[in-house]
């Protein structure tokens, strides 16, 4: 046992005792970082000081740590990637990256990260790329406390901030990501978590990502995006604690679900969307405790949504609480504080006596009709949504909330 364990301590001493602090500076041993990395052993440090340096494709293949001083810039000259990630355990830490190239046909990156493990990027400030960091099959990794942000104008001209692809085990925590086309994009990624980044004034999505299973997203926040979340052809999702604000358009919210099934969406903030959440195709769902203010649409929900619980929410002065394009209802409502309710409360339990029904016949008939939402506010409609309420027709009759709240719900 001893024969093999001394020689098992003298490898992990040689691997971390001898590992060397290499500088790149205008009067350094390397004047770039090309030249520091080819020089590098396996587990050096390279220390970038303060200074603009030109950076083509960089590829890292043996694991390294890159840390820039402040003002350190690595300039990609519109050429290509920046830095390419193709080695285990590398870190790239508080680096500014410029200058990454655009491509129609090629996915240029100021960090491109290819079939990596133990990744880690953080604390990089990333100006105007075509993608900010592309991560592809790579796994137990971190990207932390990144600035990503551009000036892009279209969807076509234009990449993702943080674009994970084939990934797990990936935390995605307090970055902010803004004008490029989606914020934040996963593509079969797994059981990864995505905490406490802002994510704003993106073209397309604050964040989107697809045939992706067992992840979070908590305490984020999409706001001023062209939609904020959308969620499509996945299970097992927890989003809880995140704020979704003024995503504004014609066809835009704040959350769109499509065929997602086994989901918790918990404690969130929807506030000021044209539709905060739209569903379409999605079962087992359990909205609870959220808030759901001054929005346009606050849940509209399309077809082959079944299974589905919204208990303990607040519908807080929104245009219509609830839209529904069926008479069929598989859907369970309760306990929701609805601001529109007008029943009474005699036994004073805090339980409105009067099961409340969020359905409007004039949400029916905008959904059939768009052009007659100019007619919102008149007392016409006000009577025709009496009228449906005392004798559902079209809506579904057993689409009710029978113990609404009296309170708004903390």
Same mark, same amino acid.
């Given at each position: 046992?001893?024969?093999?364990?001394?020689?098992?301590?003298?490898?992990?001493?040689?691997?971390?005792?001898?590992?060397?602090?290499?500088?790149?500076?205008?009067?350094?041993?390397?004047?770039?970082?090309?030249?520091?990395?080819?020089?590098?052993?396996?587990?050096?440090?390279?220390?970038?000081?303060?200074?603009?340096?030109?950076?083509?494709?960089?590829?890292?293949?043996?694991?390294?740590?890159?840390?820039?001083?402040?003002?350190?810039?690595?300039?990609?000259?519109?050429?290509?990637?920046?830095?390419?990630?193709?080695?285990?355990?590398?870190?790239?830490?508080?680096?500014?990256?410029?200058?990454?190239?655009?491509?129609?046909?090629?996915?240029?990156?100021?960090?491109?990260?290819?079939?990596?493990?133990?990744?880690?990027?953080?604390?990089?400030?990333?100006?105007?790329?075509?993608?900010?960091?592309?991560?592809?099959?790579?796994?137990?990794?971190?990207?932390?406390?990144?600035?990503?942000?551009?000036?892009?104008?279209?969807?076509?001209?234009?990449?993702?901030?943080?674009?994970?692809?084939?990934?797990?085990?990936?935390?995605?925590?307090?970055?902010?990501?803004?004008?490029?086309?989606?914020?934040?994009?996963?593509?079969?990624?797994?059981?990864?978590?995505?905490?406490?980044?802002?994510?704003?004034? @993106?073209?397309?999505? /604050?964040?989107? $990502?697809?045939? !992706?299973? #067992?992840?979070?997203?908590?305490? *984020?926040? +999409?706001?001023? %995006?062209?939609?904020?979340?959308?969620?499509?052809?996945?299970?097992?999702?927890?989003?809880?604690?995140?704020?979704?604000?003024?995503?504004?358009?014609?066809?835009?919210?704040?959350?769109?679900?499509?065929?997602?099934?086994?989901?918790?969406?918990?404690?969130?903030?929807?506030?000021?969307?044209?539709?905060?959440?739209?569903?379409?195709?999605?079962?087992?769902?359990?909205?609870?405790?959220?808030?759901?203010?001054?929005?346009?649409?606050?849940?509209?929900?399309?077809?082959?949504?079944?299974?589905?619980?919204?208990?303990? @929410?607040?519908?807080? /002065?929104?245009? $219509?609480?609830? !839209?529904? #394009?069926?008479?069929?209802?598989? *859907?369970? +409502?309760?306990? %929701?504080?609805?601001?529109?309710?007008?029943?009474?409360?005699?036994?004073?339990?805090?339980?409105?006596?009067?099961?409340?029904?969020?359905?409007?016949?004039?949400?029916?008939?905008?959904?059939?009709?768009?052009?007659?939402?100019?007619?919102?506010?008149?007392?016409?409609?006000?009577?025709?949504?009496?009228?449906?309420?005392?004798?559902?027709?079209?809506?579904?009759?057993?689409?009710?909330?029978?113990?609404?709240?009296?309170?708004?719900?903390?």
């Amino acid at each position: 046992m001893y024969k093999l364990f001394f020689p098992l301590i003298l490898i992990c001493y040689c691997n971390s005792g001898f590992a060397e602090n290499l500088k790149v500076c205008e009067s350094c041993d390397f004047k770039s970082p090309k030249e520091a990395v080819e020089k590098a052993s396996p587990f050096d440090t390279i220390t970038i000081e303060k200074g603009q340096y030109e950076c083509i494709s960089l590829v890292l293949d043996k694991p390294l740590t890159l840390i820039g001083e402040k003002g350190a810039v690595l300039d990609g000259k519109q050429q290509g990637y920046i830095l390419i990630i193709k080695s285990d355990s590398v870190t790239i830490d508080g680096l500014t990256l410029i200058g990454s190239g655009r491509s129609y046909t090629k996915d240029f990156a100021a960090i491109y990260v290819d079939r990596s493990k133990n990744f880690s990027i953080k604390n990089n400030i990333i100006r105007d790329p075509f993608f900010g960091v592309l991560v592809e099959k790579s796994h137990h990794g971190e990207i932390i406390s990144n600035e990503v942000s551009g000036h892009s104008m279209r969807e076509d001209d234009s990449g993702n901030g943080i674009h994970l692809w084939h990934c797990s085990n990936v935390l995605i925590d307090n970055n902010e990501v803004s004008h490029l086309r989606d914020g934040i994009y996963f593509e079969f990624v797994t059981e990864s978590t995505i905490t406490n980044n802002l994510s704003h004034n @993106n073209i397309r999505y /604050g964040l989107h $990502f697809m045939f !992706s299973n #067992n992840d979070d997203y908590i305490g *984020n926040e +999409f706001i001023n %995006n062209g939609a904020g979340v959308a969620v499509m052809f996945s299970k097992f999702i927890v989003m809880r604690e995140n704020r979704f604000i003024k995503n504004w358009g014609t066809t835009s919210y704040g959350l769109l679900l499509k065929e997602i099934y086994d989901a918790e969406v918990v404690d969130n903030l929807f506030e000021e969307n044209t539709m905060a959440i739209f569903v379409e195709g999605s079962t087992r769902i359990n909205y609870t405790n959220n808030n759901l203010h001054r929005n346009g649409w606050a849940v509209k929900i399309s077809g082959g949504c079944y299974t589905n619980i919204f208990s303990g @929410n607040n519908f807080v /002065g929104n245009a $219509f609480d609830v !839209s529904y #394009n069926s008479k069929l209802n598989d *859907n369970k +409502f309760e306990g %929701n504080y609805w601001s529109e309710y007008v029943g009474y409360d005699i036994d004073k339990n805090g339980i409105g006596d009067v099961p409340y029904r969020p359905v409007k016949l004039f949400s029916y008939i905008v959904n059939q009709t768009p052009e007659t939402i100019i007619l919102l506010r008149s007392l016409f409609i006000d009577i025709l949504n009496f009228s449906e309420k005392v004798s559902p027709v079209f809506t579904p009759d057993k689409l009710v909330d029978i113990s609404p709240n009296m309170r708004m719900i903390n």
